[in-house]
């Protein structure tokens, strides 16, 4: 197991340490809690919706602002891996502007996907580039995301960046219970890489989901 698949199983321990990806002694892992997908959910999926959301199809330029790696697993409650699901994520732009009609007022950075969309792979991970999210009129920073397992109701939360000073005054962070917020925050470290100035982990466990027989 590398270093960063480690730090994964710590993170999401919520409810003990993982041995070997289940949980233990029975004990089931403390679900991902559920948030608004919110007013800006594309009405129409962009042409482009690739899981790199810095750079758009057809045109030279890179996106505005800090870009990072968010990479992460999505679980059962059991710690198993969930294969072959969808993940979906959107956010603002540099600017501050999402890139749907209902979002007006300030210039739209035209190099940033602001949506994009991947599967898990057979260990439940998955990855998009993008930027750090940055604060917009009344929110603080956050991407959202949206997750299809099979044989359950699509699920949608929001990541948030740790120690975000602004985090303490979001409604909708607010929202989550005291004692779960930390199952929605992720820190964002330097990656070490040029391409990607910044990292994030956030797994994902999904309550009513479950992995395939034997996984």
């Given amino acids: 197991m590398s270093a960063n698949s480690k730090r994964r199983y710590l993170i999401i321990g919520a409810a003990g340490l993982l041995l070997g990806g289940r949980a233990t002694a029975g004990l089931l892992l403390q679900p991902t809690p559920r948030q608004t997908a919110g007013p800006f959910y594309p009405n129409e999926p962009p042409l482009d919706d690739d899981n790199d959301l810095t750079r758009v199809a057809g045109r030279s330029g890179v996106a505005r602002g800090r870009i990072a790696d968010v990479t992460g697993r999505v679980l059962d409650q059991n710690g198993r891996a969930l294969d072959n699901v969808r993940v979906e994520i959107w956010q603002c732009d540099a600017n501050g502007r999402y890139h749907h009609p209902r979002d007006r007022g300030r210039d739209m950075d035209e190099n940033f996907q602001g949506f994009g969309h991947t599967y898990t792979?057979?260990?439940?991970?998955?990855?998009?580039?993008?930027?750090?999210p940055v604060p917009y009129p009344g929110r603080t920073p956050h991407i959202h995301m949206a997750i299809f397992p099979r044989h359950a109701e699509p699920?949608?939360?929001?990541?948030?960046?740790?120690?975000?000073?602004?985090?303490?005054?979001?409604?909708?962070?607010?929202?989550?219970?005291a004692e779960r917020r930390h199952r929605v925050l992720s820190e964002f470290v330097p990656s070490g890489r040029g391409d990607a100035v910044l990292?994030?982990?956030?797994?994902?466990?999904?309550?009513?989901?479950?992995?395939?027989p034997g996984a």
């Fill in 121 to 132: 792979d057979a260990q439940g991970d998955y990855r998009f580039r993008t930027i750090r």
């Fill in 155 to 177: 699920f949608t939360t929001q990541l948030y960046v740790a120690g975000e000073p602004r985090n303490a005054g979001d409604f909708v962070f607010n929202r989550i219970a």
């Fill in 199 to 212: 990292r994030a982990w956030y797994d994902v466990v999904l309550a009513g989901a479950q992995a395939a």
